[in-house]
């Protein structure tokens, strides 16, 4: 007998992980469908001087350090003098830029779909500085149990104790006497992303290449971030973290963006093994949505049915019409029910 979308809901495992990486086109997807309130636009790379108002500065620089890209700018300033008046302007703009982004209030986001979607055994990793994941996970946690996050590239909303090698709150103290979360450093020149030279950037790598690693991470999705030519060592790492496809034959890997399939694979293909993969174009046809904090669970059903009828469990997927968090709240608070009540059912086990 095939299962329903109610023995989706009331399926709850233990283990399991899936790790979900974030790049700039997650956030561009987000105020697409939700516009930031203050109007401000989410740059790329290459229209990153006019969105942040950089051009003033460029116009000045002579023509050996201009570049289209800001990346590129950013280098050349770096390797002229790393301590010039423009270096440390650009630093200041950028930061202000990003700081003030917000979520819309009590609009349903894809920043919040996405973080009830995981559970504490998953990780979400962003190379985003804008302060969406963080603010996403801030409102949601009373909700229901939250995925841990780490901030690959820094963040606006981040700051980080040297004194207690903590991260936390910008701005914030860890102790009361002292422990202050000072602002993490966002730019690098390209042929200087030394992840390892950073105290907190090290340490947001760790997790990462950690749940990578682990046997138990049996999805990935890529949300948004396309390996750039600038990122070699990121992608290196994580490659190194996974491990060759052939070892990770049973893994399934998940690539959403708004590039051609052919193009976005090419980019993943050290990773993926065989046809284990899936591609698409929109948040709300991934594994996410399909499942929401039911991920692994419908992973290893469809992989490992332990009857005939598992491996066609139904799916219970959210869609995009909703679009308050009271709505998104509402629609999750069957599975974090089941979630409670599995976790009381463990307690019993155990003797606890």
Not at 219 to 235: L, N, Q, S, W
Request: proline residues 5%; contains cysteine; glycine residues 6%.
């Amino acid at each position: 007998m095939a299962k329903t979308k109610q023995d989706r809901i009331k399926t709850v495992y233990g283990g399991g992980g899936h790790v979900v990486i974030l790049g700039a086109g997650a956030s561009i997807a987000s105020t697409f469908r939700n516009p930031e309130p203050n109007g401000k636009r989410l740059p790329s790379m290459d229209n990153f001087i006019d969105i942040v108002e950089l051009s003033d500065i460029v116009e000045i620089l002579p023509e050996r350090l201009r570049a289209k890209n800001f990346e590129q700018l950013y280098t050349n300033l770096h390797n002229e003098n790393p301590n010039s008046d423009e270096i440390i302007e650009i630093q200041n703009r950028v930061y202000n830029y990003f700081k003030d982004m917000k979520l819309p209030e009590n609009e349903a986001t894809i920043y919040d779909f996405l973080v009830l979607s995981l559970r504490p055994r998953d990780l979400i990793a962003t190379f985003n500085w804008d302060p969406f994941l963080y603010q996403a996970f801030c409102r949601n946690a009373p909700i229901a149990d939250m995925p841990y996050v780490c901030f690959l590239h820094g963040s606006v909303s981040i700051g980080y104790s040297k004194e207690d090698g903590r991260s936390g709150p910008v701005g914030m103290q860890m102790r009361r006497d002292g422990g202050l979360f000072e602002p993490t450093q966002l730019l690098y020149p390209v042929s200087q992303k030394n992840y390892t030279a950073d105290e907190f950037i090290n340490m947001e790598w760790s997790k990462v290449k950690k749940w990578l690693h682990e046997d138990s991470t049996k999805r990935v999705t890529i949300f948004g971030y396309g390996a750039p030519d600038t990122d070699v060592e990121a992608v290196s790492l994580m490659n190194t973290a996974w491990g060759t496809a052939d070892k990770r034959n049973m893994e399934q890997f998940e690539i959403i963006d708004i590039r051609s399939e052919e193009e976005g694979v090419k980019r993943w293909e050290s990773f993926i093994h065989s046809h284990h993969y899936d591609y698409t174009n929109n948040y709300f046809s991934s594994s996410l949505a399909s499942n929401p904090r039911r991920t692994f669970e419908s992973y290893f059903q469809h992989n490992m049915p332990e009857t005939p009828s598992d491996a066609f469990s139904a799916s219970n997927p959210i869609t995009a019409d909703i679009k308050t968090l009271q709505e998104l709240w509402e629609w999750h608070k069957p599975l974090v029910e089941a979630e409670n009540e599995w976790k009381e059912e463990q307690k019993k086990k155990n003797g606890k």
